[in-house]
């Protein structure tokens, strides 16, 4: 292995949780007033920290957001996890790969810690992931595409940027680990492989990624 950490994205990485969310989060801007698809959501949100919605409606209709969008979308979001959220396939094959070689790995998520762990214990890939191998937005000033979230993780990991590699689908995630000086592998089942174009490397499926980055 040519890195000596393994930075994943969750939601669309290791969850399966890009369609669900960006389709309540769509039905709920349209409810509050502002129009949006389900295509124009992952366009304009995929991989997103929720304060960056926030300043997207706001720059775009002069308006804000209810005070308490983030509880009423994450309950809703929670609740419809519970329901249907799978993991990635392939992703477990991966994680038993890389635990079985020895090599160091961590999530680093746009999420909350709770969106984190209420998809990690549906899906059962918490027994994956101890505290010290979660990090979010929540830890640091800027989500991505600043770059703050991917170096905070290697930190707390013990590994310089240029030794990881991270994991991504959206294209903010390849900004921020570009922007972090890190290689990125951009995982292109959701997403057209043109906008993740600043990525080290693109494949489609997450089974294969431990050979990939041998």
């Not at 090599?103 to 899906?123: L, M, Q």
Request: glycine letters at 10%; a negative charge.
């Amino acid at each position: 292995m040519r890195y000596d950490l393994v930075i994943f994205d969750n939601d669309g990485v290791l969850v399966d949780s890009e369609p669900i969310s960006n389709t309540i989060l769509a039905a709920y801007l349209t409810e509050l007033g502002h129009p949006t698809s389900y295509e124009e959501s992952l366009r304009d949100y995929m991989g997103s920290a929720m304060h960056r919605i926030h300043e997207v409606v706001q720059e775009r209709s002069g308006r804000q957001l209810p005070d308490d969008f983030d509880d009423v979308f994450h309950g809703r979001v929670f609740a419809a996890f519970e329901r249907e959220l799978e993991p990635v396939p392939g992703a477990v094959q991966v994680l038993e790969k890389l635990a079985a070689d020895g090599v160091p790995y961590c999530v680093a998520s746009s999420g909350s810690h709770e969106r984190i762990r209420v998809g990690h214990r549906k899906t059962g890939l918490d027994r994956w992931f101890d505290e010290g191998r979660v990090f979010s937005s929540q830890d640091v000033g800027r989500g991505k595409p600043a770059p703050d979230l991917f170096l905070h993780a290697a930190e707390r990991m013990g590994v310089p940027p240029q030794k990881c590699v991270v994991v991504e689908d959206s294209p903010l995630g390849v900004r921020a680990a570009n922007a972090a000086g890190m290689d990125v592998y951009g995982f292109t089942a959701m997403t057209p492989a043109a906008r993740l174009a600043g990525a080290t490397q693109l494949f489609s499926d997450m089974g294969g990624l431990a050979d990939l980055l041998v």
